[in-house]
Every structure is written in structure tokens, then in C-alpha cells.
């Protein structure tokens, strides 16, 4: 038995070395980032701005592959029954971790589940922008004209499901208001419906035609969806300072599937965090409405449980479906 047991310990010790020299000579090939959506969007230019970085820090090709239908959810079953190596990952949105898999039954993957957390790479809060002519001047006196108003409030999203959507839920519940939702295809017709007058109210990401808009005063900014002030829109105050506790902002972030050896996940990180500390690439985030944000793995997976919790109770109590 003694002699059994000195067998074991040794092969036990043998696996391990090994596992550990595989784990230190990675990468030894190229790296896959998939991307759900098409070529040319917001997700597309950050993970092509980190690609060379990345690719230099790890001493590997890191090939950017756009894996775009279904809402996204090809690229994220495409990654999450890939091997655990560290030779596939994902770049994600928030959405496709806490809002996605709670819609749609159908979707194939568990975003907590499936996935190991790499780290953060940058975020935007959405915004609340009125019609320039509802008498309202701040989130107090909006909320107020809300609930005295005769009509509801209706107000614009990109479509049932869509952030915007969730977001507004959120705030209406926060707030104690009831409003209409007015879904729209996509965000550049919701803009246009509040500069209209179509709706009063949308919820929505920054970009640079709305604070065109705004400075012109056709629109009203009226808060942001981060917890803390927002560098990018100094002077404007938070949502949350009216509404305790409110928070809703896009976020991007790389994950890797579930099981990737932890030694391959920390290598990943330092290399994402050293491409997201270059001056240049956080200059060229802030153009796009971003802000680049670096994090541990654990920090990432904190957060990943704090929003599926969030927007699942959301989606459940407002009783939204997407078929």
C-alpha cells in the first residue's frame, strides 16, 4: 500500500508539472477573439484597436474574427463550446450576458455558466434625454411633470428587449412613474422621435449627432446612468443622485470559456489591461463615447452576477418577452 501510494503521489506530481509547464508556455499559436456582431460597429473597432497590443504583450497573433447573426448569440455558443484553452475568446457586451440569455429561452448558453471572465475593457452609461420642449429642467422636475401629467409618458426604445428598454423599466420603476413604450428599429429612429415630439423620453447610449442636438437644445440631458460622475459629460449629474441606487450603463469585457486554466486567464488579463493603459487607445475609447476600464478577473465575475441578477428581476417584473 505504501509503495501504491508513493506511485500516486508521483503521478499526481507528474500531472501537475506538466499542466504547469503547458500553462507557462502559453500561447504557442494564435489567439481567436470572436466578435458577435458584423464588421464596423462600436465592438468591432475596440477589439481591432487592442488587436496589435495584445498580439505584441502575448508574442502570439491575436486574429479578430467577426462571427455576426442571432442577436449575437452565434459567436457566444461558438465560444462557449470551444476548448478550454485559452485560444478562443469572446468580446462581449453587457447585454449578452445578463439581458440575452433571460429573453430568449432559445438562446444556447448561460452567461455565467459558460464563460470564464478575463477582464473589463471599457464602458458607457446610458443617458436620459428629453424633448427640448417638455417643461422640465432636471431629473426631479421631470420625474414631478411625469406624475402630474394626464397622458403618460411614453417614451422611445430601440425595440422590445433592447437596453434602452430595460433601462427605462428600471427607471420608471425607480422613480414611480408609469410610462408608455414606444418601440422603434434601431436608435437612430428613437433620436428622431424625441426630437420630434413623437415621445418625450429616451433612454439611450451617447453619441455624437444626440449632443449635437443638445448643444443645440433641441434635446434636454438630463442624467447619466453611472453610479459616479462621468468623466466624459462633466457637469452632468448621475441618475442615481435623484434615484438611489440607479445604475445602467453599457460595458465590454473578454470571456474565455468555461474551465480556461486560471495561470492562461491571469496571462490574458495582464495583456488586456497593458493594451487598455496606452494613452492612445484610451484617447481613441473617449472618441466613441467610451471610457476604457481595466479589472482583475474576479472583479469582472462580480460584476457579470450583479447585472444577470439586476436585469433578470427587471425583465421578470415588467413581464417583457422577445420571441
Same mark, same amino acid.
Given at each position: 500500500?505504501?509503495?501504491?501510494?508513493?506511485?500516486?503521489?508521483?503521478?499526481?506530481?507528474?500531472?501537475?508539472?506538466?499542466?504547469?509547464?503547458?500553462?507557462?508556455? @502559453?500561447?504557442?499559436?494564435?489567439?481567436? /477573439? $470572436?466578435?458577435?456582431?458584423?464588421?464596423?460597429?462600436?465592438?468591432?473597432?475596440?477589439?481591432?484597436a487592442?488587436?496589435?497590443?495584445?498580439?505584441?504583450?502575448?508574442?502570439?497573433?491575436?486574429?479578430?474574427?467577426?462571427?455576426?447573426?442571432?442577436?449575437?448569440?452565434?459567436?457566444?455558443?461558438?465560444?462557449?463550446?470551444?476548448? #478550454?484553452?485559452?485560444?478562443?475568446?469572446?468580446?462581449?457586451?453587457?447585454?449578452?450576458?445578463?439581458?440575452? #440569455?433571460? /429573453?430568449?429561452?432559445?438562446?444556447? @448558453?448561460?452567461?455565467?455558466?459558460?464563460?470564464?471572465?478575463?477582464?473589463?475593457? =471599457?464602458?458607457?452609461?446610458?443617458v436620459?434625454?428629453?424633448?427640448?420642449?417638455?417643461?422640465?429642467?432636471? $431629473?426631479?422636475?421631470?420625474?414631478?411633470?411625469?406624475?402630474?401629467?394626464?397622458?403618460?409618458v411614453? @417614451?422611445?426604445s430601440?425595440?422590445?428587449?433592447?437596453?434602452?428598454h430595460?433601462?427605462?423599466?428600471?427607471?420608471?420603476? =425607480?422613480?414611480?412613474?408609469?410610462?408608455?413604450?414606444?418601440?422603434?428599429k434601431?436608435?437612430a429612429?428613437?433620436?428622431?422621435a424625441?426630437?420630434?415630439?413623437?415621445?418625450?423620453? /429616451?433612454?439611450?447610449?451617447?453619441?455624437?449627432?444626440?449632443?449635437?442636438?443638445?448643444? +443645440?437644445?433641441?434635446?434636454?440631458?438630463?442624467?447619466?446612468?453611472?453610479?459616479?460622475?462621468?468623466?466624459?459629460? #462633466?457637469?452632468? #449629474?448621475?441618475?442615481?443622485?435623484?434615484?438611489?441606487g440607479?445604475?445602467?450603463?453599457?460595458?465590454?469585457?473578454?470571456?474565455?470559456?468555461a474551465?480556461?486554466?486560471?495561470?492562461?486567464?491571469n496571462?490574458l488579463?495582464?495583456?488586456?489591461?497593458?493594451? /487598455?493603459?496606452?494613452?492612445?487607445?484610451?484617447?481613441?475609447?473617449?472618441?466613441?463615447g467610451?471610457?476604457?476600464?481595466?479589472?482583475?478577473?474576479?472583479?469582472?465575475?462580480?460584476?457579470?452576477?450583479?447585472?444577470?441578477?439586476?436585469?433578470?428581476?427587471?425583465?421578470?417584473? +415588467?413581464?417583457?418577452?422577445?420571441?
Amino acid at each position: 500500500m505504501k509503495i501504491l501510494s508513493m506511485l500516486a503521489s508521483a503521478a499526481l506530481s507528474c500531472g501537475v508539472a506538466t499542466g504547469a509547464v503547458a500553462q507557462e508556455g @502559453y500561447p504557442s499559436k494564435p489567439i481567436r /477573439l $470572436l466578435i458577435p456582431y458584423a464588421a464596423g460597429g462600436t465592438t468591432d473597432i475596440m477589439a481591432r484597436a487592442l488587436q496589435q497590443p495584445m498580439s505584441e504583450s502575448l508574442g502570439q497573433p491575436v486574429i479578430v474574427e467577426n462571427k455576426a447573426g442571432a442577436a449575437g448569440t452565434i459567436a457566444m455558443k461558438d465560444a462557449a463550446r470551444s476548448a #478550454p484553452d485559452g485560444y478562443t475568446l469572446v468580446f462581449i457586451n453587457n447585454g449578452l450576458v445578463a439581458t440575452t #440569455p433571460v /429573453l430568449q429561452k432559445d438562446a444556447g @448558453y448561460d452567461g455565467i455558466r459558460d464563460f470564464t471572465p478575463v477582464g473589463m475593457v =471599457a464602458t458607457s452609461p446610458m443617458v436620459v434625454v428629453i424633448n427640448g420642449d417638455v417643461p422640465a429642467t432636471d $431629473l426631479r422636475s421631470f420625474i414631478e411633470y411625469a406624475r402630474r401629467s394626464e397622458r403618460k409618458v411614453d @417614451y422611445a426604445s430601440a425595440g422590445p428587449g433592447s437596453f434602452g428598454h430595460l433601462s427605462t423599466e428600471l427607471f420608471a420603476r =425607480a422613480a414611480g412613474v408609469d410610462m408608455v413604450h414606444v418601440p422603434y428599429k434601431g436608435q437612430a429612429p428613437t433620436v428622431n422621435a424625441v426630437l420630434s415630439g413623437e415621445v418625450k423620453l /429616451l433612454i439611450t447610449s451617447p453619441s455624437a449627432a444626440m449632443n449635437a442636438h443638445i448643444t +443645440a437644445g433641441k434635446l434636454k440631458l438630463l442624467g447619466v446612468g453611472t453610479t459616479e460622475n462621468w468623466p466624459l459629460t #462633466p457637469g452632468v #449629474p448621475t441618475v442615481s443622485s435623484v434615484l438611489k441606487g440607479f445604475n445602467a450603463e453599457s460595458w465590454f469585457a473578454v470571456l474565455a470559456p468555461a474551465g480556461t486554466p486560471q495561470a492562461v486567464v491571469n496571462r490574458l488579463n495582464s495583456a488586456l489591461n497593458a493594451a /487598455l493603459a496606452q494613452p492612445d487607445i484610451r484617447k481613441r475609447f473617449n472618441g466613441f463615447g467610451l471610457e476604457a476600464v481595466s479589472s482583475t478577473p474576479a472583479q469582472l465575475k462580480d460584476r457579470v452576477a450583479v447585472e444577470v441578477k439586476r436585469w433578470g428581476d427587471v425583465i421578470s417584473k +415588467a413581464g417583457i418577452r422577445v420571441e
